[in-house]
Protein backbone atom coordinates (compact mmCIF):
# COMPACT_ATOMS: atom_id res chain seq x y z
CA UNK A 1 0.00 0.00 0.00
CA UNK A 2 1.39 3.55 -0.90
CA UNK A 3 2.19 5.46 2.18
CA UNK A 4 -0.35 8.16 2.29
CA UNK A 5 2.90 10.83 3.38
CA UNK A 6 4.89 10.11 0.33
CA UNK A 7 1.65 10.56 -2.59
CA UNK A 8 1.02 14.02 -0.34
CA UNK A 9 4.29 15.13 -0.70
CA UNK A 10 4.40 14.01 -4.51
CA UNK A 11 0.92 15.92 -5.07
CA UNK A 12 2.64 18.66 -4.09
CA UNK A 13 4.90 18.45 -6.38
CA UNK A 14 3.03 17.70 -9.05
CA UNK A 15 0.88 20.33 -8.16
CA UNK A 16 3.47 23.43 -7.65
CA UNK A 17 2.78 25.12 -10.70
CA UNK A 18 -1.04 25.14 -10.66
CA UNK A 19 -0.96 26.03 -7.27
CA UNK A 20 1.44 28.81 -7.44
CA UNK A 21 -0.60 30.01 -10.02
CA UNK A 22 -3.67 30.21 -7.96
CA UNK A 23 -2.48 31.67 -5.23
CA UNK A 24 -0.57 34.34 -6.92
CA UNK A 25 -3.47 34.82 -9.12
CA UNK A 26 -6.13 35.15 -5.78
CA UNK A 27 -8.56 32.58 -7.59
CA UNK A 28 -8.81 30.43 -4.76
CA UNK A 29 -12.29 32.21 -3.04
CA UNK A 30 -11.74 30.93 0.47
CA UNK A 31 -8.00 32.40 0.76
CA UNK A 32 -9.29 35.61 -1.01
CA UNK A 33 -12.44 36.19 1.40
CA UNK A 34 -11.51 35.23 4.50
CA UNK A 35 -8.38 32.93 5.50
CA UNK A 36 -5.20 35.29 4.07
CA UNK A 37 -6.81 38.11 5.88
CA UNK A 38 -7.45 36.07 8.79
CA UNK A 39 -3.64 34.47 9.43
CA UNK A 40 -2.17 37.71 8.62
CA UNK A 41 -3.95 40.01 11.50
CA UNK A 42 -3.48 36.76 14.03
CA UNK A 43 0.75 36.94 12.94
CA UNK A 44 0.34 40.80 13.35
CA UNK A 45 -1.62 40.18 16.20
CA UNK A 46 1.90 40.14 18.24
CA UNK A 47 5.90 40.31 18.14
CA UNK A 48 6.67 38.22 14.98
CA UNK A 49 10.20 38.73 15.75
CA UNK A 50 12.16 35.73 14.11
CA UNK A 51 9.40 33.84 12.22
CA UNK A 52 9.29 30.01 10.96
CA UNK A 53 6.75 29.19 8.44
CA UNK A 54 6.39 25.46 8.64
CA UNK A 55 5.01 24.00 4.95
CA UNK A 56 5.62 27.55 3.74
CA UNK A 57 4.55 26.57 -0.12
CA UNK A 58 5.44 29.08 -2.67
CA UNK A 59 6.23 31.48 -0.14
CA UNK A 60 3.47 33.83 -0.44
CA UNK A 61 2.91 34.21 3.54
CA UNK A 62 6.76 34.93 4.31
CA UNK A 63 6.61 37.39 1.76
CA UNK A 64 3.55 39.24 3.38
CA UNK A 65 5.32 39.09 7.15
CA UNK A 66 8.84 40.31 5.67
CA UNK A 67 8.98 43.87 6.34
CA UNK A 68 7.71 43.11 9.77
CA UNK A 69 9.63 39.93 10.63
CA UNK A 70 13.42 40.14 12.31
CA UNK A 71 14.41 37.03 10.59
CA UNK A 72 12.17 34.80 8.07
CA UNK A 73 12.76 31.06 7.49
CA UNK A 74 10.48 28.78 5.25
CA UNK A 75 10.30 25.19 5.03
CA UNK A 76 8.24 22.56 3.14
CA UNK A 77 8.85 18.72 1.65
CA UNK A 78 8.49 20.06 -2.05
CA UNK A 79 11.40 21.13 -3.83
CA UNK A 80 9.72 22.10 -6.36
CA UNK A 81 7.29 24.83 -4.14
CA UNK A 82 10.68 26.01 -2.47
CA UNK A 83 12.22 26.55 -6.21
CA UNK A 84 9.14 28.97 -6.54
CA UNK A 85 9.39 30.53 -3.34
CA UNK A 86 12.97 31.44 -3.77
CA UNK A 87 12.34 33.24 -6.98
CA UNK A 88 10.63 35.72 -5.10
CA UNK A 89 13.16 35.60 -2.22
CA UNK A 90 12.26 37.78 0.86
CA UNK A 91 13.20 34.74 3.67
CA UNK A 92 15.10 32.25 4.05
CA UNK A 93 13.76 28.63 2.24
CA UNK A 94 14.84 24.77 2.99
CA UNK A 95 13.66 21.79 1.76
CA UNK A 96 12.66 19.36 4.90
CA UNK A 97 10.56 16.71 5.19
CA UNK A 98 8.37 16.91 8.60
CA UNK A 99 10.21 13.54 9.11
CA UNK A 100 13.26 15.23 8.77
CA UNK A 101 12.09 18.05 10.78
CA UNK A 102 10.72 16.03 13.75
CA UNK A 103 13.52 14.15 14.08
CA UNK A 104 16.31 16.63 14.05
CA UNK A 105 14.07 20.24 14.52
CA UNK A 106 17.25 22.25 14.43
CA UNK A 107 18.04 21.96 10.70
CA UNK A 108 15.31 24.60 10.51
CA UNK A 109 17.31 26.41 13.15
CA UNK A 110 16.27 27.94 16.58
CA UNK A 111 14.94 30.67 19.31
CA UNK A 112 11.77 31.60 16.71
CA UNK A 113 9.80 34.04 17.88
CA UNK A 114 6.65 32.62 15.94
CA UNK A 115 5.60 29.29 14.26
CA UNK A 116 2.71 29.27 11.97
CA UNK A 117 1.49 26.18 10.73
CA UNK A 118 -1.12 27.58 7.52
CA UNK A 119 -3.24 24.92 5.99
CA UNK A 120 0.08 22.90 6.57
CA UNK A 121 -0.53 20.13 8.94
CA UNK A 122 -1.74 17.57 6.79
CA UNK A 123 -0.63 14.17 7.78
CA UNK A 124 -0.88 11.95 11.27
CA UNK A 125 1.86 12.74 12.93
CA UNK A 126 1.05 16.28 14.00
CA UNK A 127 1.63 15.93 17.64
CA UNK A 128 5.29 14.93 17.21
CA UNK A 129 6.13 17.45 14.73
CA UNK A 130 4.47 20.08 16.99
CA UNK A 131 6.59 18.98 19.81
CA UNK A 132 9.80 19.72 17.92
CA UNK A 133 8.96 22.92 17.28
CA UNK A 134 8.38 23.98 20.37
CA UNK A 135 12.00 22.21 21.37
CA UNK A 136 13.30 24.90 18.87
CA UNK A 137 10.82 28.25 19.62
CA UNK A 138 11.72 30.64 22.65
CA UNK A 139 10.14 30.23 26.24
CA UNK A 140 7.46 33.18 25.38
CA UNK A 141 6.76 31.71 21.52
CA UNK A 142 3.54 31.82 19.50
CA UNK A 143 2.00 28.99 17.47
CA UNK A 144 -0.44 30.01 14.60
CA UNK A 145 -2.34 27.04 12.91
CA UNK A 146 -4.88 27.59 10.88
CA UNK A 147 -6.69 24.52 9.16
CA UNK A 148 -10.31 23.13 7.55
CA UNK A 149 -12.77 23.65 10.26
CA UNK A 150 -13.75 20.31 11.61
CA UNK A 151 -17.69 21.13 10.31
CA UNK A 152 -16.42 20.94 6.64
CA UNK A 153 -15.72 17.22 7.66
CA UNK A 154 -18.05 15.02 5.88
CA UNK A 155 -19.46 11.91 7.93
CA UNK A 156 -18.43 10.27 9.89
CA UNK A 157 -16.63 12.87 12.29
CA UNK A 158 -13.88 11.58 12.85
CA UNK A 159 -10.09 11.34 12.44
CA UNK A 160 -9.01 10.03 9.42
CA UNK A 161 -7.10 10.03 6.44
CA UNK A 162 -9.21 11.59 3.33
CA UNK A 163 -8.33 13.00 -0.17
CA UNK A 164 -8.74 16.32 -1.68
CA UNK A 165 -9.73 16.41 -5.11
CA UNK A 166 -9.45 20.06 -6.02
CA UNK A 167 -12.19 20.52 -7.69
CA UNK A 168 -13.65 23.62 -6.83
CA UNK A 169 -10.12 25.27 -8.23
CA UNK A 170 -11.69 25.83 -11.64
CA UNK A 171 -8.60 24.03 -13.38
CA UNK A 172 -8.65 20.44 -14.48
CA UNK A 173 -5.41 18.31 -14.44
CA UNK A 174 -4.80 18.30 -10.21
CA UNK A 175 -3.09 15.13 -8.95
CA UNK A 176 -5.53 14.31 -5.85
CA UNK A 177 -3.92 14.78 -2.50
CA UNK A 178 -4.49 12.19 0.42
CA UNK A 179 -4.81 14.45 3.58
CA UNK A 180 -5.35 13.48 7.62
CA UNK A 181 -8.49 15.26 8.58
CA UNK A 182 -8.90 15.93 12.94
CA UNK A 183 -12.08 17.01 14.82
CA UNK A 184 -11.59 20.06 16.93
CA UNK A 185 -11.13 18.04 20.35
CA UNK A 186 -8.09 16.16 18.08
CA UNK A 187 -6.33 19.54 17.87
CA UNK A 188 -6.30 20.40 20.84
CA UNK A 189 -4.87 17.17 22.11
CA UNK A 190 -2.00 17.51 19.43
CA UNK A 191 -1.39 21.24 20.25
CA UNK A 192 -1.03 20.86 24.01
CA UNK A 193 1.43 18.51 24.70
CA UNK A 194 4.16 21.26 24.42
CA UNK A 195 1.49 24.44 24.06
CA UNK A 196 -0.97 26.83 25.77
CA UNK A 197 -3.65 26.92 23.15
CA UNK A 198 -4.73 30.89 24.10
CA UNK A 199 -7.69 31.15 21.39
CA UNK A 200 -9.85 29.19 19.03
CA UNK A 201 -10.91 31.52 16.46
CA UNK A 202 -13.14 30.44 13.51
CA UNK A 203 -12.73 32.95 10.38
CA UNK A 204 -15.95 33.44 8.00
CA UNK A 205 -16.19 35.17 4.85
CA UNK A 206 -18.52 37.89 4.89
CA UNK A 207 -21.84 36.96 4.54
CA UNK A 208 -20.98 33.12 5.04
CA UNK A 209 -22.89 30.85 6.66
CA UNK A 210 -20.19 28.56 7.93
CA UNK A 211 -16.37 29.43 8.90
CA UNK A 212 -14.18 29.13 6.29
CA UNK A 213 -11.25 27.71 8.42
CA UNK A 214 -10.53 26.97 12.30
CA UNK A 215 -7.10 29.40 13.74
CA UNK A 216 -5.49 28.03 16.64
CA UNK A 217 -3.24 30.42 18.57
CA UNK A 218 -0.71 28.79 21.34
CA UNK A 219 2.05 29.61 23.02
CA UNK A 220 4.59 28.01 24.63
CA UNK A 221 3.54 25.64 27.63
Not at 15 to 30: F, H, K, L, P, Y
Not at 130 to 137: G, N, P, Y
Not at 146 to 165: F, M, N
Not at 191 to 217: C, D, G, N, Y
Request: glycine share 6%; with cysteine.
Amino acid sequence: MTDPRQSQVASWSENAERWTAAVRGQMIASRRDATDAAILRAARAGRLGKLLDVGCGEGWLCRELHREAIEIIGVDASAELVARAREKGRASYLVLSYAELTETPARAGKDFDTVICNFSLLDDKAEALLDALASISNSKARLLIQTLHSVALAPPYEDGWRVERFDGFGDAGWTPMPYFARTLGSWVEAISRKWALKRILEPKAPSARTPASLLLVAERA
